[in-house]
Every structure is written in structure tokens, then in C-alpha cells.
T-cell receptor, first 112, second 110 residues
Framework: EAQVTQNPRYLITVTGKKLTVTCSQN?????MSWYRQDPGLGLRQIYY???????DKGDVPEGYKVSRKEKRNFPLILESPSPNQTSLYFC???????????FGPGTRLTVT | EDKVVQSPLSLVVHEGDTVTLNCSYE??????LLWYKQEKKAPTFLFML????IEKKSGRLSSILDKKELFSILNITATQTGDSAIYLC??????????FGKGITLSVRP
């Protein structure tokens, strides 16, 4: 089944403890992206990747890192999480940048 | 900075009503506009529009883009309770970023 998977789905952690949210797609898509969704602010793009080893900042990249070593995987890294990074995170992929995106199921992160 | 504004922010209708959801944008080197539906989970794709004046249609949903006036509308006819969701509009520009609006919360009452 064609899909985007994210892990974990739910995570509660403490300030400063490094964490990684994994994202994987099995559709051979070139473009992958991370978003956070907050009430009243909608979906905001954190980072995106046009292809392997090519990543760029979205609208809210501060406090996040990404890497794209393989086409299928695009992990999101929070080196030192803070409470303002408590949010619902979505990974998405698409064949190319301007085609429709397929979203993962979301990761609800709480930083205390 | 690219901007996408959706209106209204929320609305409540009764089953059988027709609704029109609006999306206006300011995007450098506009490439495409996309509509998504989000229920209690991840957004799912509805339409992608690149050409002005050409209507995309899927069942009771349809959408059209006006590149001169920089807006799009999403129409839903004969609404059903299953149409209750957040409807998201997003644009793509030359810099490969996607910019989403804040979404429109639609509630359809029986």
C-alpha cells in the first residue's frame, strides 16, 4: 500500500532531550516536507527536500534539523526541544514539488 | 513573503445546503493552488489547479482558479454531515515552498 509513515505517533518529552521523528515513504517520491500544525496558525512548513541531499528551510525552521540521505526517509530532529515546539507534526511527500502531497498520520509532540 | 488567506474561518450549514469556500493568495512566481480536506487526521488531497478558468470537479465538489484576481473557490453542493472538516488551501511558488492558509472549519448539521 502506498503510504507515508511517521514514528512515533505520540511523544511526551522534557525540555532539552534530543529526539528524532522518523518519516518514510514507499512511493519513490522526490519531494518530502515537514509541517507543524497549531490552533489558529494552520499548517506551517518547517523544512523541505527536493531530492536526496537537497534540503531547504521552510517558514519555521528554527530549532529543527533534517537530513535526506536516502530518497525514502526524511527524519526530523529536535536537538534541544522546548515547550514552544509542542505541536502536531506532519510529514508529506509528493512526486515533485508541484504535485499533490500525501501526508503521514501525524505525530503529536508534547514538550514539558 | 507568500501569503494565503482563506475565508470565512468557519461556517455552519445544514445538510443539503451549497457552500462556497474562498482562498486568496499573494505568491511570488505562482505555480499551483491545492485544496485539501482534513478530518480528525491527516489532510487528504482534493484538487490541484494551475490554469485559470478551468473547473476541476469531483462529485459534489468543484473548484476554480482565477489567476488574474488571485483567488480560488471550492464549492460543495448538497452538503452532507460527512463534509464536516477543515478545508485547507495551499499554494506553490518558484522557491519550492508550500504555503498553507489557516483553513476553513465547515460544520454540516443534520
Amino acid at each position: 500500500e502506498a503510504q507515508v509513515t511517521q514514528n512515533p505517533r505520540y511523544l511526551i518529552t522534557v525540555t532539552g532531550k534530543k529526539l528524532t521523528v522518523t518519516c518514510s515513504q514507499n512511493m519513490n517520491h522526490e519531494y518530502m516536507s515537514w509541517y507543524r500544525q497549531d490552533p489558529g496558525l494552520g499548517l506551517r512548513q518547517i523544512y523541505y527536500s527536493m531530492n536526496v541531499e537537497v534540503t531547504d528551510k521552510g517558514d519555521v525552521p528554527e530549532g529543527y534539523k533534517v537530513s535526506r540521505k536516502e530518497k525514502r526517509n526524511f527524519p526530523l530532529i529536535l536537538e534541544s526541544p522546548s515547550p514552544n515546539q509542542t505541536s502536531l507534526y506532519f510529514c508529506a511527500s509528493s512526486l515533485y514539488q508541484r504535485t499533490e502531497q500525501y501526508f503521514g498520520p501525524g505525530t503529536r509532540l508534547t514538550v514539558t | 513573503e507568500d501569503k494565503v488567506v482563506q475565508s470565512p474561518l468557519s461556517l455552519v450549514v445544514h445538510e443539503g445546503d451549497t457552500v462556497t469556500l474562498n482562498c486568496s493568495y499573494e505568491v511570488t512566481n505562482f505555480r499551483s493552488l491545492l485544496w485539501y480536506k482534513q478530518e480528525k487526521k491527516a489532510p487528504t488531497f482534493l484538487f490541484m489547479l494551475t490554469s485559470s478558468g478551468i473547473e476541476k470537479k469531483s462529485g459534489r465538489l468543484s473548484s476554480i482558479l482565477d489567476k488574474k484576481e488571485l483567488f480560488s473557490i471550492l464549492n460543495i453542493t448538497a452538503t452532507q454531515t460527512g463534509d464536516s472538516a477543515i478545508y485547507l488551501c495551499a499554494t506553490t511558488g518558484a522557491n519550492s515552498k508550500l504555503t498553507f492558509g489557516k483553513g476553513i472549519t465547515l460544520s454540516v448539521r443534520p
